[in-house]
């Protein structure tokens, strides 16, 4: 059973009347109603305060009472992303709606992901073209990053960033001890996908863009979100100085300081807490510094350094909310991903992780750390699965990928509407790994799944930032057996599972799901990059390890969404560093390249593969 999605122990009725907090109705409240928190950002710490404040009362109230109150907000604040932020966590918090399956934003608050001219396709209204199918010419010319649009505004890319801060939030208690480790690797391996699709469409790497890095520079890419409540960025502007945000200063200045303590940290191998003393270094604990969470080494000390980068680029245009301009996308979770500021600034952040990931402090992999004795990977491959649109192509090693129109079903002003979305699309594949266990015994083994573009001759070191991992998960194999694990695209534990959408609850197939932090995952569509018309060759690259010693738990599976999500109430499942082997550097003299590091670790193989977008294939 998936740890996401639609769950199979269902209490459909009462997720059915879930649905009231997020649609809204003609229902008259007679209670006390709830206020709203216009301009809400989950950056700042007061609005935090008040939603969780909130989130706590409403969740000590019965589930009828608690619903009509939500519901009453709704109804009154339709478009409020505060509205949906505080539903999400009181039933998150409230004991007999806490398993229930949500409806995902972009149904609810379509304002987030649609622009007012997208969401205009009722009788009678046009239904206006794409804006991926008519940005050509002039636009991209002059800022090529609209070449990305499709992926960045992709609906389940920015779900899955809100989601994830959502369920790990920088303001709550840690809910895993290597939570900072797992904000590192989750947006590291955003940036190393998104630099997969800039390949792809001829831009280079994303350039980081932080204190200390281009920090009072000009920032060329503008970014216009063209949604309801967000102000836009014109190209070519700086940052302020100082930015305002209610009661607080945030000086650039200030954020460099804090950046250079970071830095030293790494360097001298620990933080100072708030008594002096030395708190070692970790990558979780730099992860939680650096994101000011609740276990951060010392936040006086070290700032709050990436929550304040989102806000003083989201206050660019009106730094003390003197002018009363909206926010730009970088304020919300749910919105930032979608601008191209996002990707540099995470990459600023990456960076500070990549100090520490290749610092003396972290000896690099030896082929002992990746090797597991009597175990062989002979070959790995894929398959597409067989689909008329491929039917005289290739389907071995080829993966396969094409953009469609998809229609999606969004509520507005009690309304259904009916926007088009493009979006990517891959074929669905098998991996097949032939895998030997010369062992006596059976081998419970992990098998960690890994795509990289090839770019030029590089050394393994160069390319460690590329590889994106695919899919993580668990196999036995009989002592003294060759078998092939034949592995399903769509079963990846990096993706969510199928969307659960307002009509699937309504239709009574959802109801309390026992494990999930539901909502959070990679995206399905997004899974496989969309390569290049002509083909864009990658490697493929498994690496097999031994499940017994590498588990948290031995009975743990790693289902659905696992890798950048965890699993509900129970430890990151995986004891080996997230994103191993390529989580830190490699002995030169050893790996020098992948094909050499194959060689010496028999329980791992590679493979070249291509992946061709199907550019016409509507
Ligand atoms: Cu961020």
């Keep these: 059973m998936s740890d996401c999605g639609c769950p199979t122990t269902a209490d459909p009725e009462l997720n059915k009347k879930l649905l009231k907090v997020f649609l809204e109705d003609d229902d008259v409240y007679s209670g006390e109603p709830l206020?709203?928190?216009?301009?809400?950002?989950?950056f700042r710490e007061s609005h935090m305060k008040e939603a969780y404040d909130k989130a706590n009362e409403l969740s000590g109230l019965g589930v009828s009472e608690m619903i009509d109150v939500l519901s009453d907000l709704k109804?009154?604040?339709?478009?409020?992303?505060y509205g949906d932020y505080?539903?999400?966590?009181?039933?998150?918090?409230?004991?007999e709606t806490n398993n229930m399956t949500l409806p995902p934003p972009h149904q609810t608050i379509p304002r987030a992901f649609f622009s007012k001219d997208q969401l205009l396709t009722g009788p009678g209204e046009n239904i206006p073209p794409d804006p991926q199918k008519t940005l050509v010419g002039r636009a991209v010319t002059l800022d090529p990053e609209h070449k990305l649009n499709w992926w960045r505004e992709d609906l389940g890319l920015s779900e899955h960033h809100?989601?994830?801060?959502?369920y790990y939030a920088w303001y709550k208690p840690l809910k895993i001890e290597r939570q900072g480790e797992l904000f590192a690797y989750m947006h590291e391996q955003m940036l190393a996908r998104y630099d997969f699709q800039r390949l792809g469409v001829g831009l280079p790497p994303v350039l980081p863009y932080g204190p200390g890095i281009h920090w009072d520079d000009p920032i060329p890419e503008g970014?216009?979100?063209?949604?309801?409540?967000?102000?836009f960025r014109a190209s070519y502007m700086s940052i302020p100085a100082s930015v305002t945000l209610g009661s607080q200063q945030i000086l650039a200045s200030v954020m460099e300081t804090h950046?250079?303590?970071?830095?030293?940290a790494i360097t001298i191998n620990y933080f100072e807490d708030s008594n002096g003393n030395k708190v070692p270094m970790t990558m979780t604990k730099l992860g939680c510094t650096v994101e000011s969470d609740a276990g951060s080494a010392n936040k006086k000390l070290y700032g709050n350094l990436h929550n304040f980068g989102h806000v003083v680029i989201a206050l660019i245009n009106d730094p003390d909310e003197r002018y009363g301009i909206k926010f730009g996308a970088m304020m919300e979770q749910i919105t930032a991903a979608r601008d191209p500021v996002f990707f540099r600034w995470h990459k600023f952040v990456d960076s500070i992780f990549e100090e520490y990931r290749e610092s003396d402090h972290i000896l690099p992999h030896t082929i002992h750390d990746l090797k597991m004795e009597g175990i062989e990977v002979d070959t790995v491959s894929t398959q597409c699965e067989p689909d008329k649109e491929l039917d005289s192509k290739d389907l071995v090693d080829r993966l396969y990928t094409k953009m469609i129109e998809k229609k999606i079903?969004?509520?507005v002003d009690k309304k259904e509407k009916n926007p088009l979305k493009s979006m990517l699309q891959y074929?669905?594949?098998n991996y097949h790994f032939t895998v030997r266990n010369k062992r006596e015994e059976k081998a419970s083994l992990v098998f960690r799944v890994f795509l990289a573009p090839i770019r030029y001759a590089e050394d393994l070191d160069a390319r460690r930032r590329d590889f994106v991992e695919m899919d993580r998960f668990v196999a036995d194999i009989d002592g003294g057996s060759e078998q092939t694990i034949t592995r399903s695209s769509e079963d990846s534990s990096v993706t969510l599972p199928p969307t659960v959408t307002v009509q699937d609850i309504q239709d009574g197939k959802c109801g309390d799901s026992p494990y999930s932090p539901c909502g959070c995952g990679w995206p399905r569509n997004l899974l496989v990059p969309r390569g290049t018309s002509q083909g864009m060759w990658a490697d493929l690259y498994v690496l097999v390890t031994d499940w017994k010693k590498d588990a948290a738990n031995e009975d743990t599976y790693l289902s659905a969404s696992v890798v950048f999500c965890g699993k509900r109430k129970s430890e990151y499942p995986d004891k080996k560093p997230m994103g191993f082997p390529f989580d830190r550097k490699f002995s030169k003299s050893k790996f020098p390249d992948l094909e050499k590091m194959v060689k010496d670790v028999p329980n791992s193989a590679t493979k070249q593969i291509k992946i061709i977008f199907l550019e016409n294939s509507d």
């Design 427 to 429: 074929y669905p594949f």
């Design 259 to 264: 950046k250079e303590r970071i830095s030293k």
């Design 162 to 166: 809100a989601h994830w801060h959502l």
């Design 75 to 81: 109804n009154r604040h339709p478009s409020s992303t």
């Design 35 to 42: 206020s709203n928190l216009p301009n809400f950002t989950v």
């Design 409 to 411: 079903t969004v509520y």
């Design 86 to 95: 505080l539903s999400r966590i009181a039933l998150f918090q409230h004991p």
């Design 223 to 231: 970014f216009n979100p063209k949604l309801e409540g967000f102000s």
